[in-house]
């Protein structure tokens, strides 16, 4: 009877923790071959102002490929553009990219492969005086603005040292011949992904093969005022007959990203449709520090998206698009309470910008095995209580009698 015991007590325990497992080996197993090339095309007599570069990060997928180009002189610019083709070519007019004469003088070829195009463009930095610690941007008196830092008028750091082909990540930092910046600078680092998964670093966005990453922070800018704010405006351009909104989505875990339970998505989809084709992604958190512990977490707010009546200053968009709709948003850091920029003098933000529906957070293998263990314990408890007292049973009946209990 015990070895009838002990067999029925695994075998219920395999059936609930083999599901259990098969849950979390659910996972996504989707790759791409990713490679940076710098310039691509690029030969004299033209050439590029120093410091300038054109970065373009090209992910292949089985049957597709996705183009992201970044560039590094105006206001800086991530384009994505999906190829439904696996020999999709970049094509670059270098004399008419450089002076910024016509739309076109970029394009990814076959044009007709090119399913979905869009760009995300960081336009201005704001700083505001938040005398009576609301932070609430949208309700401070104008007066209470400083003029705003056009990012357009920044001098970049080059590209060139900057690209690292292991991580697929280019890094570069900026500032203006302001008082401000003499000690500090804003630094936007792009990342591209080859599968699944997350960075350790907070948030840990989920990501996937089908978007990028931008980590955005400003570090040791001079405040213009004790009690000054940031805000981070910015504008997305695609494709027309694409309209923008933003969709705020709740989580019931916070496990990979502190007392945050909440995804903001700022999602492009057909006119008159729901279907999503393209997004940026962000959590709404900050942080004061580099590396930051639980404490150094702020809240962030957006703006509803607005549609803007002209491009951006960027000269990628500007090289790309030829029929396009511009949405902008503002991104405002802190909320009523919260320790000034001036407390820490840093601040970090990350965002995804992808294709598709945006990543999903899940729980965590650790989480869905607790979770497993706890739900299966009752499982296995009734389970073996079963088998406890149909093993009493049959023995009493052996022997002829009923055990006193």
Not at 64 to 90: I, K, Q, R, W
Not at 241 to 251: C, I, K, T, Y
Not at 275 to 283: D, E, L, P
Not at 349 to 359: A, H, R
């Amino acid at each position: 009877m015990s070895m009838i015991k002990t067999h029925l007590i695994c075998s219920a325990l395999f059936v609930v923790f083999g599901c259990a497992f098969a849950f979390l080996g659910n996972g996504e197993k989707f790759r791409r071959k990713v490679t940076i090339e710098l310039n691509p095309g690029l030969k004299p007599p033209s050439t590029l102002p120093p410091g300038v570069g054109l970065v373009h990060v090209r992910a292949l997928g089985d049957n597709d490929t996705l183009h992201f180009f970044l560039y590094n002189h105006g206001a800086p610019a991530v384009l994505l553009v999906h190829s439904n083709s696996t020999e999709s070519t970049v094509q670059v007019d270098w004399p008419e990219f450089i002076n910024r004469s016509s739309s076109g003088s970029l394009k990814v070829e076959p044009e007709r492969s090119v399913q979905f195009s869009r760009a995300l463009v960081f336009t201005r930095l704001w700083e505001y005086s938040d005398v009576n610690n609301t932070a609430d941007p949208q309700h401070t008196a104008e007066s209470s603005f400083y003029p705003p830092y056009e990012l357009q008028n920044f001098i970049w750091s080059g590209l060139n040292a900057s690209v690292n082909q292991s991580d697929h990540t280019v890094t570069f930092c900026g500032g203006d011949e302001s008082v401000s910046f003499i000690n500090g600078s804003l630094c936007l680092q792009f990342s591209a992904f080859e599968s699944e998964g997350r960075p350790s670093a907070w948030p840990s966005l989920r990501h996937n093969a089908n978007c990028s990453q931008l980590h955005v922070w400003l570090d040791g800018v001079t405040p213009r005022a004790n009690y000054s704010r940031f805000s981070l405006e910015l504008q997305t351009v695609g494709d027309s007959g694409f309209q923008g909104r933003v969709d705020v989505r709740s989580s019931i875990d916070d496990e990979y990203t502190p007392s945050i339970f909440k995804v903001s998505q700022w999602v492009s989809s057909p006119v008159n449709t729901s279907t999503v084709w393209g997004y940026t992604q962000w959590k709404p958190v900050a942080y004061r520090k580099p590396k930051p512990v639980f404490e150094d977490a702020t809240p962030c707010m957006h703006s509803e998206p607005v549609p803007m009546t002209q491009l951006p200053p960027s000269g990628l968009v500007q090289a790309y698009f030829k029929d396009s709709q511009t949405y902008g948003l503002n991104i405002s850091f802190g909320i009523a309470g919260d320790p000034f920029y001036n407390a820490t003098n840093y601040l970090s933000w990350s965002v995804l910008m992808g294709m598709g529906n945006p990543p999903v957070d899940s729980f965590s293998t650790l989480i869905l095995a607790i979770m497993a263990v706890g739900l299966g314990a009752p499982l296995v408890i009734v389970i073996v209580g079963g088998v406890y007292v149909l093993i009493r049973k049959r023995t009493s009946q052996s022997t002829g009698y009923e055990p006193i209990n």
